[in-house]
């Protein structure tokens, strides 16, 4: 076992083949042999696993962090987050199932504090799908405000086979869409537009910290420069006010309990497809309500008939025939084009999928907030020509 230090530089590249590594930042190292109580990353840390190089951004904390010969184990203890990535946009798939994120420049997971033994194992031979900040699926649960329904994925379709004295189930995933009359309540629906209320409210009125603290972590410097560096990167994120960007930067890096399924990029990205349908970024409590329906796959209050007049013509570019508004798959295309209805399952099958599809369609791949809308709605929609 080997255990490496990154002590006081701006960029430390270390390479691990067989040996195991405990990495760490601190101005003074253990002594050999010690391992740190509480591992503070105060510059960009690189390794190499396999031969790729991996990267622990300035600002981590945990309690450890182990290197082997295909892995990488985390642990993090109370008010520690950390994060984990691959430069080369390698899906980073991990033991506890926590969501893989996807920027521009890397594949990543983030590991919430009180984080126990989590086995990273990236996959080499699958990159992630880059939208401008997220490449997020669509979908969610009953129908929000605004519309008449949501797209459900990967619901389940139960076939049970009885025999002499033998029943045997069988659950198999389904990409569906699950229409709901606009008089049809739903207690989970309406407990969930409870919580988007009140998560939007927060968010307009709470300061960064406190919006940190209510999804259960303590503020991180390091993940807001990186929240910042994501919204600067956002069309309509210039000449806001600091009050303005201080509630994006607050919802990109740490989100709202409704949306810390998503990654620190997918909230970035439903950012970028709320823009690309209003025109705007979210600033007030009924914006920031929207917002919050589109990361959760809900449709939202308002509407944007450019968006959905864009959507329809996108629509036909892929399907090569006019939406059927009728038809609950169709409508659910049209409107995941026009705003970005994200998913908590994902399927990345599907997603690769619809990539091919949407090159086919346009004849290149897709690289704006629209397009991968686009994209979001072939993977989920259950449109077909």
């Given amino acids: 076992m080997k255990k490496i230090m990154n002590i006081q530089s701006n960029h430390k590249y270390w390479s691990v083949g067989l040996a195991v590594a405990f990495f760490a930042v601190a101005s003074l190292a253990p002594a050999q042999g010690a391992l740190a ?67 521009a420049s890397a594949g990543y997971v983030v590991v919430p504090q009180n984080t126990t033994g989590l086995v990273i194992t990236p996959d080499t031979a699958t990159t992630c799908n880059v939208a401008p900040a997220s490449s997020g699926g669509g ?73 940190a603290n209510a999804v259960g ?42 949306t810390t399924k998503l990654g620190v990029g997918e909230r970035a990205g439903v950012l970028n497809s709320y823009f690309a349908a209003f025109g705007a970024l979210p600033q007030t409590e009924a914006e920031w309500s929207d917002a919050l329906k589109i990361a959760n796959g809900r449709f939202p209050s308002k509407t944007s008939k450019p968006a959905e007049d864009r959507a329809a013509v996108n629509f036909k570019m892929v399907y090569k025939r006019t939406p059927n508004m009728s038809n609950a798959n169709d409508k659910a295309a049209v409107n995941v084009m026009a705003y970005g209805l994200r998913s908590v399952n994902r399927n990345m099958a599907s997603e690769a999928a619809s990539v091919k599809a949407f ?13 991968w809308d686009v994209s979001r709605a072939i993977a989920y929609s259950g449109a077909k020509r």
């Fill in 37 to 103: 109580a509480s591992l503070n990353y105060s510059v960009d840390t690189y390794f190499t696993l396999g031969g790729k190089t991996y990267k622990i951004p300035t600002g981590g904390q945990a309690e450890s962090v182990v290197v082997g010969a295909s892995t990488i184990t985390v642990t993090t203890g109370s008010g520690q987050i950390l994060s984990v990535q691959s430069a080369d946009r390698y899906t980073m798939n991990n033991s506890q199932g926590l969501p893989v994120g996807c920027s």
């Fill in 139 to 211: 979908g969610g649960s009953t129908g929000g405000g605004g519309g008449s329904g949501a797209i459900l994925l990967t619901t389940p379709t139960t076939t049970t086979t009885t025999t002499t004295n033998t029943t045997t189930t069988t659950t198999s995933p389904t990409h569906t869409y699950n229409p709901t009359s606009p008089t049809t309540t739903s207690t989970s629906g309406d407990n969930q537009i409870a919580t988007i209320a009140a998560e939007s409210k927060s968010i307009d009125g709470l300061t960064t910290a406190e919006i």
């Fill in 217 to 258: 972590v303590t503020p991180n410097a390091g993940l807001e420069k990186a929240a910042t560096a994501l919204l600067s990167s956002l069309d309509g994120s210039q000449g806001l006010s600091a009050d303005a960007k201080a509630e994006l930067t607050a919802f990109i890096a740490y989100g709202t309990p409704s």
């Fill in 359 to 371: 090159k086919y369609a346009y004849g290149r791949n897709p690289s704006t907030a629209r397009d």
